[in-house]
């Protein structure tokens, strides 16, 4: 049974930073790309960064140089590092593993973030 468990979202001032994190299970790692998308209310879900399992990274252009995604190949976890955030940056955060060779997605629940002052 594939989970992903996302960890770390939460109410935040503009400015602030958060961490989110997501605990891979059932699946093997190395072989999935790892992604943070999010969705905000009544907009789709978009992809806001993604990580190889060699460490490859793609961001969205709105989130570049503000957030950072890392992966732990040893312990299965996933991070999204997000720093100066900003009220457009509210929405529901998803984990995602998509196998390399496009087989199988796997999402989690989502976690919320909110920024507001």
């Known amino acids: 049974q594939v989970q992903l468990v996302e960890s770390g979202g939460g109410l935040v001032q503009p400015g602030g930073s958060l961490r989110l994190s997501c605990a891979a299970s059932?699946?093997?790692?190395?072989?999935?790309?790892m992604g943070w998308y999010r969705q905000a209310p009544g907009k789709e879900r978009e992809l806001v960064a993604s990580?190889?399992?060699?460490?490859?990274?793609r961001y969205a252009d709105s989130v570049k140089s503000r957030f950072t995604i890392s992966r732990d190949n040893a312990k299965n976890t996933v991070a999204l590092q997000m720093n100066s955030l900003q009220p457009e940056d509210t929405a529901v955060y998803y984990c995602?593993?998509?196998?390399?060779?496009?087989?199988?997605?796997?999402w989690g629940q989502g976690t919320q973030v909110t920024i507001s002052s």
């Open positions: 995602n593993a998509r196998h390399y060779d496009y087989i199988a997605t796997y």
């Open positions: 059932g699946i093997i790692f190395m072989n999935y790309v």
């Open positions: 990580i190889s399992h060699g460490g490859s990274t």
